[in-house]
């Protein structure tokens, strides 16, 4: 959670030397851990004060009591391949149909078309809030390095809205596709923050795990698996990965995407998982939207839902985020990479209570903030100023009425605006 501080100790104009102390004042910001309205000074990009009254002249903006988060965090989204719906020829099938329709679009990427759809992407997540974004990016023979390079560039040319890190994977298999870990060496080798994996459609899973933790460690890097993405408890990576974790002091240090197995788990066997994942260090992310899609489709009727319940989860000490995963692709033909409408969807879907409104609220905010391990996340004095504005006065209206983001500012400049709606009452 955010947290103000305290305003007998913020500076105020006349005790700090500079002449002008704040390049700017928002003022009446209703916070999540301030109901009463504050103001927030800004200096250098950075947030220098928060109090009720900040007397200071310097550029100024009136919140007018409304909601102001740190911007949303999406954990696990999938730039590269994005917006392709236009050139393949979907038919409703299953994942593994949709990783195949993929692979095939996937030759004929170049740097410039991934750059292009990616961009699409990024800036629809800017208007949405999005201050911070973790996207996989998918590497093997095929594709090579050009959706790595052309990511990079993305995350050069928007640096300006958003902090975006790059996990590189196999989404195709590893020890079962020659030439596809020296690609991924290279692309560690290149500046990649975040190593990825894909077990389940490698022909030696533990194999694969065990290689991608070899890679870790040897980078100094934080894990990143697309688990389990199927509805059958019968079987399960998610304890080698745990095992792995523990061996290698790698707690804090590993999430997983997906665990959909987790929502087929009943009740004393979800249990044990949880307090396995939460002594691990383990955090979960799940991603509403591919989990909706793709599970329970064999069923001819009162169809599973496939979604693991993060926030329950969370209760049971698990690191856990909503995220978007994919947008307008095989495996998600929908996607606006708003993250307040996935934690609406989630919650909807989840059958939240309204008392759980404000964990729905932290699973796209303040948990993914910590599964990323970027630091210095919230409204608190001393933390970049990335600030978003939304139309509503508290974090548990903020799920429930979706209200619309009216700004959004990265390190103190703004980056958007949207005006509300004005009805046309008749005279
Ligand atoms: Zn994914």
Redesign the pocket.
């Known amino acids: 959670m955010d947290a103000s501080a305290n305003p007998s100790t913020a500076p105020s104009c006349h005790a700090m030397s500079a002449r002008n102390p704040f390049d700017r004042i928002f003022r009446n910001a209703v916070t999540r851990s301030s109901p009463t309205p504050v103001d927030i000074g800004v200096s250098g990009g950075r947030i220098a004060a928060i109090a009720p009254h900040l007397a200071c002249e310097a550029a100024e903006i009136d919140i007018g009591g409304r909601l102001v988060l740190p911007g949303f965090v999406d954990s696990?989204?999938?730039l590269d391949k994005a917006c392709l719906l236009g050139r393949c020829g979907h038919v409703q099938g299953s994942l593994k149909d949709a990783i195949a329709a993929v692979a095939t679009m996937k030759r004929d990427f170049t740097v410039e078309d991934v750059y292009a759809r990616g961009a699409r992407v990024i800036e629809r997540a800017i208007v949405h809030g999005t201050t911070r974004m973790r996207t996989?990016v998918e590497i093997d023979p095929r594709i090579g390095l050009r959706s790595f390079a052309a990511i990079k560039a993305l995350k050069r040319d928007y640096a300006w809205a958003i902090d975006l890190s790059l996990c590189v994977f196999p989404q195709e298999g590893l020890t079962n596709d020659p030439g596809a870990d020296e690609l991924l060496v290279e692309a560690l080798r290149d500046g990649a923050g975040v190593i990825g994996g894909c077990p389940y459609t490698d022909t030696d899973p533990h194999a694969q795990i065990k290689r991608i933790f070899d890679l870790a460690q040897e980078f100094d890097l934080d894990v990143d698996f697309?688990l389990d993405f199927d509805l059958d408890p019968s079987w399960s990576h998610m304890e080698e990965v745990c095992r792995q974790t523990d061996q290698r002091n790698y707690h804090g240090r590993v999430a997983i995407?997906?665990a959909t197995k987790l929502s087929a788990l009943p009740p004393e066997r979800l249990r044990a998982a949880t307090a396995r994942l939460a002594q691990a260090g383990v955090a979960v992310t799940v991603?509403p939207a591919?989990d909706l899609y793709l599970m329970g489709r064999d069923a001819t009727h009162n169809a599973p839902r496939g979604l693991t319940m993060a926030h329950k989860l969370v209760e049971g000490g698990v690191l856990c985020s909503v995220a978007t995963?994919?947008v307008l692709n095989p495996?998600t033909p929908f996607g606006d990479a708003s993250l307040l409408r996935m934690a609406n969807f989630y919650a909807n879907v989840a059958q939240a209570g309204v008392s759980e409104f404000e964990t729905c609220l932290d699973l796209v905010t303040d948990l993914p903030a910590r599964l990323l391990n970027l630091g210095a996340y919230g409204i608190v004095v001393g933390n970049p100023a990335d600030l978003v504005v939304l139309d509503t006065n508290s974090g548990p209206n903020a799920i429930a009425e979706l209200p619309d983001l009216l700004a959004g500012f990265k390190r103190g400049r703004q980056v958007f605006e949207r005006r509300p709606p004005v009805l046309f009452k008749p005279a």
């Open positions: 696990h989204i999938h996989h697309h995407g997906h991603l591919t995963n994919n495996f």
